[in-house]
């Protein structure tokens, strides 16, 4: 179970970090995908960050 919960961490980290990077790419002029679509990528990886790190601590919970 511990397996499952460090997965549901580490994969909340990299959505994190990809939506730090499209964001910091959004914010580049001359960028290539348009800049609206860069936001809309880092909103959708936000979002899954942000669930995938509300159900490893709702898991890490329930274990403890």
Do not use: C, E
């Not at 730090?20 to 909103?43: D, E, S, T």
Request: net charge positive; glycine share 12%; aromatic share 14%.
């Amino acid at each position: 179970m511990d397996g499952i919960i460090f997965g549901f961490f580490a994969l909340s980290a990299i959505l994190f970090f990809g939506t730090v990077h499209y964001f910091m790419a959004a914010q580049k002029p001359g960028m290539y995908p348009p800049k609206n679509i860069l936001k809309r990528r880092a909103g959708v990886l936000a979002a899954g960050g942000a669930i995938t790190l509300v159900l490893g601590i709702l898991l890490w919970v329930a274990v403890t």
